[in-house]
Each structure stands twice: as structure tokens, then as C-alpha cells.
């Protein structure tokens, strides 16, 4: 393997504030919101504080009965203070089980199960009012972040537990688990060692390698998504202030990006796409942006011209990185004012020499082409061990170093990998759903979302979104869909009604089936 040859000796996630505070220690980390666990904290706290914040309450998990091996499962609201814990559970040598708040009770319950008797840490009302009264008997101790409950501990009960010294687990140690977007069903669990974490780690701190100064960096990252803890390490063992966003409001947004001023933004492609807004703000949120970041989805193009064009840094960049949760950062590509998406389609860039590889595997025989796409494949020290519970399914998608993404590609003759679709998604003789979408976004500056979905018996439905929900313009629609494959009048609906994972991608199956349910769309010409 690739950094095994180099003394990978893991990212050591449970001493991470404690070495960044060593570095760096008035460096500052500022919120949006107050930690559920600490409130009395306020939003901005230096690194040495928080170091100490994660010593304290890997304390009392040890005094809970948390010990090294043992799972502890992070279910609360959405604040920071869910990363903090994880952290907390790994420093004493417990393993992370972070699931996203967004997540129903049904789903939690069906996880827990696969845990096996955890610790769960969550809240007085997501245990009342959301949680069925069975995870009590599904978890070996429940533990409260805020508020009270009966059967239940909470954590501010166990302050003043004595200090425990981090633990050092070995490399190839499971350090976090993480669950999958559950696009396509119940989401998997994936299992990081300390070692995977640190091979994620070593690409992605490319991002930060050209600043000259250590100036702020922003996060909007799901607070239960592996690539937080990279992005994190990143910024704060190099001394970068640090402001996380738990709440992506632009309008709220446009106030803290023009107090802050952040060089570097990290988000989700669809957060990105919602910040457009931010470009013609008055504030100029945008304006001290050099570098654009995500590690996720293909951005639209449309999308990556307007935030770079808010920027009033003369080298201002995107920086796009394609990957998965299970396999971490994989090809990246980076735009800039004068090098436009649009040329290149869903180019989603090449491997990183000596820390990735990609292959792209034929469905039918021949060379896959943009015509018939094939399965794309990565080969990553960053690989995820197993699934928790479902090894056999791990192994479905894993062929030896390889690892099967679940998205159609081609690559060209110069190496760059090109994204289609996901498998699930891919429409038969329709081509591109991705590729499609991007052109109407261009095309119809008022769309804020497009999704296309399959319908039975017939040809795909477009389901669009716009600005302030403002009616459709059906005349300019059909000119803007006269050259591309056929489908049916697009269904308008409200951006906040589509059903989304807690990374912030629309989930397309359960969007057809709600149109589905819904009947018949009305046309909005």
C-alpha cells in the first residue's frame, strides 16, 4: 500500500486539539451556535480550551464505564459538540459512532442494532420525543448531552471525573465509524482506522499548502462526516482560525463570512449552490475567498463561476476533490476566473500520484466512452476496514485493493476521469442526468436546484426549484430544454421540501417516489 511505505502512523484523532494546542495554542475555533455540552463556553474558544474541553468529557465517558474497544454512538442535535465527543470517546480509546441528528428514529434503532450494546450519548428530547422507548434496551448505558430523562445520565452529572490520559491504540485501530448517505436505503456503517484517516489526510492538506498566512478558514461539514476530522486537522495543526457552521442560511451566512473574512471554505456542493446568493450581497461575503473547497459531489458549473467571480483575490481557486466515504478523497481538479467548468463537462480530475488510483471497468467489452460508461473504481490507502455489520456487503463492492464506487464514468485519453451518474440513478437511453441538470442551471440563471428522476412508462420528470420559489418562466424552460434528451413538464417544487441526507444530497429515489405518490405535476407554464 501506498503510505505504508511511508511511516503512516495514524491521525490519532483523540490527541488532536491537544497537539494542535502544543502548535498553535491561542489559535482560535468560533461557532455559530453553543455546544450543547458546554454552553457556558460561548462561540469562541481558543484551541487550548477545547483541548481541555475534550479531556474533561473523555473523562467522564471513562467514568460512565467507556473503555478502550468499547462503541459509543453519538446521536443529538446538530452542534459541534457532536465532533468534540467523538473525539472525546477516541481519546480514551472507545470507537465513534457518529449518526447524523437528521436521521428518523426508526433508522437510529435499526443502526443500533448493528452496533451491538453501545454507549449512546444523545438528549433529553430526541430521547422523548423522537426515539422509540426500545433503545434503552438496545444500549449497554444512555447518556444525556443536555436536559433529563429517565433511564437516562447525564453527562453534566459526571463532571469533576478524574483525569484520564489518552490512550494509544494502534494504527489499524478502529477510530470512528461513520455512516453512508442512505441515498439508495437504511445507510451503511463504515469503520476508519487511525491509520485511513491519516492517508485521507495527506491530499487534502494540499488545499492549505499555498497560503502564506494563517488566515480564517469556514467549514459547513455534516458534524458526522469523516471528511470534518481531516478538515480539521488540516487547519488547526497549521494554526488556521477555524469558524463552523452548523446552520448554512445565507442570509446568516453573508453576516459572519463579512465579519470573518475567510480565505478557505469547505462545503457540501449543494450548500455551495445555495451560497450563490452571496455573490451579488451587498456585505461581500465572498470577497477575501482564495480557495474554494469541496470533497464531495461534481459542483455545477454554473455554481463555480459564480462564487469564484465573487472573490476579489487576484488567484482565487476551486478546488474540487471526488470521492466517497468509504474510500475518502480519490481525483481532484481545481478552476480558476479563466478556466471555465463548462469546456470540460463533469471532469472530475485526475488521481493523486503515489496516494490514489482509478480504473474505469467495462459494462459491455468495449472501452467505456461517455455513450456507455463503466464502473468506476479507486485504489486508496484511505479504504474504509469493513461495513459494521454487513462484512458481506463490504465485500461485494471491495475486489482486492480496488473499490467499486457506484458511479458510471469514462476516462479520456489524457487520464480525466468523467462522472455520469450514480448506478441507481443512470436512466436508460437518456444519457446524463448530471450532465443535463448542469445545462439547465446554465441555461436558467432562476433555478436554484434541477433533478431529474425516472418515471414509469415514460420519459424522465424534471423537478426544479427557484429562487424565492418564484413561478417558472415556461416559455424560456422550453427553450432552454429544446436540444437536450426528452422528458416531461417539470414539477415546481419548494427547495426546502426535497428530501435530502445530512451531507445535503437531494435523495433521488425517494424524490421519484414521493412524485410518484403525488401524482400527476402540474406544468408551470
Known amino acids: 500500500m501506498f503510505l505504508q511505505r511511508m511511516g503512516n502512523r495514524g491521525i490519532r484523532l483523540g490527541t488532536l ?8 495554542p491561542a489559535n482560535v475555533l468560533l461557532l455559530d451556535r453553543e455546544l450543547d455540552i458546554a454552553p457556558d463556553r460561548g462561540r469562541t474558544m481558543t484551541v487550548t480550551e477545547v483541548a481541555d474541553l475534550v479531556d474533561d468529557f473523555g473523562s467522564r465517558l471513562w467514568r460512565a464505564g467507556a473503555r478502550p474497544g ?9 452542534a459541534f459538540d457532536i465532533t468534540l465527543l467523538a473525539i472525546a470517546a477516541a481519546r480514551i480509546g472507545a470507537v465513534p459512532v457518529l449518526l447524523s441528528p437528521h436521521l428518523d428514529g426508526g433508522t437510529v434503532t435499526a443502526l443500533l442494532r ?16 423522537e426515539l422509540p422507548p426500545e433503545v434503552h434496551a438496545l444500549s449497554r448505558r444512555v447518556l444525556l448531552a443536555s436536559g433529563t430523562a429517565e433511564h437516562a445520565t447525564p453527562l453534566a452529572e459526571l463532571a469533576g471525573a478524574p483525569r484520564i490520559p489518552a490512550m494509544a491504540m494502534p494504527p489499524e485501530h478502529p477510530t470512528l465509524v461513520t455512516h453512508t448517505s ?3 436505503g437504511l445507510p451503511k456503517l463504515a469503520v476508519h482506522t487511525s491509520f485511513g484517516l491519516e492517508a485521507r489526510y495527506r491530499p487534502q492538506s494540499l488545499a492549505t499548502a499555498f497560503l502564506r498566512r494563517r488566515e480564517p478558514v469556514a467549514i459547513h461539514v455534516s458534524f458526522v462526516h469523516s471528511r470534518l476530522f481531516t478538515a480539521l486537522a488540516i487547519a488547526l495543526l497549521r494554526g488556521f482560525p477555524v469558524l463552523l457552521l452548523a446552520d448554512a442560511e445565507p442570509r446568516r451566512t453573508a453576516a459572519l463570512f463579512a465579519t470573518l473574512r475567510p480565505a478557505v471554505l469547505e462545503a457540501h456542493p449543494n450548500t455551495y449552490l445555495s451560497w450563490e446568493e452571496l455573490a451579488d450581497d451587498p456585505l461581500q461575503p465572498l470577497a477575501n475567498v482564495k480557495l474554494f473547497s469541496s470533497t464531495f459531489d461534481a459542483l455545477h458549473p454554473r455554481t463555480v463561476r459564480t462564487l469564484i467571480g465573487a472573490s476579489r483575490r487576484r488567484s ?3 478546488g474540487q476533490i471526488y470521492g466517497q466515504s468509504e474510500i475518502g478523497p480519490s481525483v481532484a481538479r481545481s478552476y480558476g476566473r479563466h478556466r471555465s467548468p463548462d469546456a470540460d463537462g463533469r471532469c472530475v480530475g485526475m488521481p493523486f500520484p503515489g496516494m490514489t488510483r482509478v480504473r474505469v471497468v467495462s459494462r459491455d467489452g468495449r472501452r467505456p466512452t461517455a ?3 463503466g464502473h468506476i473504481e479507486i485504489s486508496s490507502d ?3 476496514r469493513t461495513y459494521l455489520g454487513e462484512q458481506q456487503r463490504f465485500d461485494g463492492q471491495a475486489a482486492e485493493e480496488w473499490w467499486r464506487m457506484g458511479d458510471l464514468g469514462y476516462r479520456t485519453r489524457w487520464g480525466c476521469l468523467h462522472l455520469t451518474d450514480r448506478e441507481v440513478d443512470e436512466i436508460p437511453g437518456f444519457g446524463s442526468t448530471l450532465t443535463v441538470e448542469d445545462r439547465l442551471l446554465t441555461r ?14 415514460g420519459p424522465p420528470r424534471p423537478v426544479v426549484c427557484t429562487a424565492d420559489d418564484r413561478p417558472l418562466d415556461g416559455a424560456a424552460w422550453r427553450a432552454a430544454v429544446v436540444d437536450l434528451p426528452r422528458m416531461t413538464a417539470p414539477v415546481h417544487w419548494r427547495r426546502a421540501d426535497l428530501p435530502k441526507t445530512g451531507t445535503t444530497k437531494v435523495r433521488r429515489l425517494e424524490l421519484a417516489r414521493l412524485l410518484a405518490d403525488r401524482g400527476p405535476g402540474q406544468d408551470p407554464r
Not at 436558467?444 to 412508462?457: K, N
Open 17 to 24: 486539539f491537544e497537539r494542535a494546542a502544543s502548535r498553535h
Open 70 to 78: 468499547d462503541h459509543v454512538v453519538v446521536h443529538k442535535r446538530n
Open 114 to 129: 448493528r452496533v451491538e450494546r453501545p454507549f449512546l450519548i444523545t438528549d433529553a428530547e430526541k430521547l422523548t420525543g
Open 182 to 184: 442512505g441515498t439508495t
Open 316 to 318: 482565487a481557486r476551486f
Open 371 to 373: 455513450a456507455s460508461p
Open 382 to 384: 484511505g479504504r474504509i
Open 444 to 457: 436558467l440563471p432562476e433555478l436554484s436546484e434541477v433533478v431529474i428522476v425516472p418515471v414509469d412508462g
